[in-house]
């Protein structure tokens, strides 16, 4: 048994190295993000009492927000893509056994300060569930999330009171691309 923590600490022991697990490891973690609203395609998001991860899948579904899984690490991947810790090439029917639905994983309130204080890998605010309170896009490139005739992604600059911006990205395919921005 391993935690994201856990998992956190071999890459941090050769950084920007791919880690195969060799032996068999598992994973017990909670689905927080998903590919239902097609934002996101081959990939999820899990997290533990530890921390958050992102996970690159093989093959697109079967994952969904309140999945509770057991992942078996033997033959995966541990590595990062532009400084995003990811387990990659997740194989669902292979790996994951799903051991209960329906739980509500629920967001961490954050603000764009704290979320942009570090964007290094091993960033512990990385891949996690957020909320983020008193923010507005500014000066939006569409007035709707994507570009959801074109399904072109777009990106948005979400602002706060204070200096810092952060920048949302959100999908062409997403079912709510033509959704007006708030």
């Known amino acids: 048994r391993i935690t994201i923590a856990g998992m956190k600490a071999k890459y941090t022991l050769n950084p920007f190295q791919n880690y195969r697990f060799q032996n068999d490891s598992n994973l017990y973690c909670v689905v927080t993000s998903d590919e239902v609203s097609g934002n996101l395609y081959k990939e999820v998001y899990v997290k533990d009492a530890t ?6 899948l ?29 387990l990659d090439s997740v194989n669902i029917e292979k790996s994951v056994v799903k051991l209960a639905s329906g739980l509500n994983p629920q967001p961490e309130v954050m603000t764009i300060s704290q979320i942009i204080a570090s964007t290094s890998a091993t960033n512990v605010v990385q891949s996690r569930l957020v909320k983020i309170n008193n923010v507005e896009f500014s000066s939006p490139t569409y007035t709707t999330f994507a570009d959801a005739i074109g399904k072109s992604d777009v ?24 959704t007006a921005l708030p």
């Open 51 to 56: 921390g958050a991860l992102h996970l690159n």
């Open 58 to 86: 093989v093959y697109s579904g079967g994952l969904f927000i309140g999945d509770s899984i057991r992942i078996n690490l033997k033959g995966l991947y541990l590595n990062d893509d532009n400084n995003l810790i990811q």
């Open 155 to 178: 990106n948005q600059t979400l602002k706060s009171c204070s200096a810092p911006t952060l920048t949302v990205r959100t999908s062409g395919y997403a079912n709510f691309a033509g």
